[in-house]
């Protein structure tokens, strides 16, 4: 089953009255573990898309199946429960928790999962912090810990929950070359090793250049 279908998604947005279409018939397909990069200028569309594949959004036509679930037919509680089973997001702005400890902000997903006892979502917590390399920062807050360490705290809890898609948008924006690098190297051995569907919004061409695919975007269409 693919990952992620989409066919023929539009999505509009009504500004002072005025109809903007930012995504204007998008058809595509991510095998699971498929590892693609989304490259555009800006306002191409490529953000409104990642919002749509992510469930934050929905679209104004057109069919898209997470999963294999069809977006149209959930409501909003089935959603958040596709987003926090299926879906792991990265973002450039790491969106840790301030005051808490690393291995708690990568608990945090199992927490609104439920029925998973503190115990069991610490010993998860704790064997996906020690996969990315920060076993030995359990306890340590966002504050304490460098740019890379934040990004992959956030990695961690992006895939605690063993989703189906990570989405990674723009993952090495706020961290300099080397630490980028690394940062990329650790994505593209959990795509291998866990099979998850990786897409990654980047405007950097020589990170695109490492995906298995590239898919581009101008003016809400895949070009």
């Known amino acids: 089953m693919p990952a992620v279908v989409a066919r ?6 009504e ?10 018939g998008v058809s595509l397909e991510v ?10 200028p800006s306002g191409s569309g490529k953000s409104t898309l990642m919002h749509l594949l992510g469930g934050l959004d929905r679209p104004t036509a057109g069919e898209l199946l997470i999963g294999g679930r069809d977006v149209n037919r959930l409501d909003p509680a089935a959603m958040a429960t596709l987003r926090n089973e299926t879906i792991g997001f990265v973002f ?31 010993r998860r917590a704790t064997a996906m912090l020690a996969r990315v390399g920060l076993g030995h920062r ?7 810990l460098s740019g890379g360490e934040q990004q992959r705290v956030a990695i961690a809890r992006a895939l605690v929950t063993d989703p189906v898609v990570l989405l990674a948008d723009e993952p090495t924006g ?19 090793e866990r099979g998850v569907a990786l897409i990654m919004v980047t405007h950097d061409l ?3 250049a490492r995906a298995r695919r590239r898919i581009t975007m101008r003016d809400g269409v895949i070009v």
């Open 206 to 208: 020589e990170v695109a």
């Open 31 to 40: 095998a699971a573990g498929d590892y693609v990069a989304l490259v555009g």
């Open 92 to 122: 450039q702005a790491f969106h840790l928790l301030p005051r808490t400890t690393a291995v708690d902000n990568v608990a945090l997903p199992l927490v609104y999962r439920g029925g998973i006892r503190a115990a069991e979502r610490r």
């Open 15 to 24: 500004l002072d009255g005025v109809s903007v279409p930012a995504l204007r």
């Open 138 to 144: 359990l306890d340590h807050r966002p504050n304490q």
């Open 8 to 13: 023929d998604l539009s999505r509009t947005y």
């Open 174 to 192: 706020n961290l300099d070359t080397a630490t980028g690098q690394s940062v990329l190297t650790l994505l593209e051995e959990i795509n291998a």
